[in-house]
Nanobody, 119 residues
């Protein structure tokens, strides 16, 4: 059974940095894409970043491009989201998700981790 466990959220001042981790278990993830999404209060969940596990190809939402970096550690089966130059509008619950690279919908989701950026 696939499990995704996020960690690393917290409270940070605007301009600061945080690194989120997503520990993945339950299967081999070659052929999978790992994504980060976020949901702010009163807003819909939105895509943040994605990495294809095998190739390492990355994709980013325009709102985070140049500030956030997604990466993975194959040995640790862990995906990271390095977040720099944080803004108050980055405040949200951040979720890790996984899907096969040839499907549209993400099949597996973590429980989320809160990121709060104070002004």
């Amino acid at each position: 059974q696939v499990q995704l466990v996020e960690s690393g959220g917290g409270l940070v001042q605007a301009g600061g940095s945080l690194r989120l981790s997503c520990a993945a278990s339950g299967r081999a993830f070659s052929g999978y894409a790992m994504g980060w999404f976020r949901q702010a209060p009163g807003k819909e969940r939105e895509f943040v970043a994605r990495i294809n596990w095998s190739s390492g190809t990355t994709y980013y939402a325009d709102s985070v491009k140049g500030r956030f970096t997604i990466s993975r550690d194959n040995a640790k089966n862990t995906v990271y989201l390095q977040m720099n130059s944080l803004k108050p509008e980055d405040t949200a619950v951040y979720y890790c998700a996984a899907k096969t690279i040839w499907t549209t919908n993400y099949d597996y989701w973590g429980q989320g981790t809160q990121v709060t950026v104070s002004s």
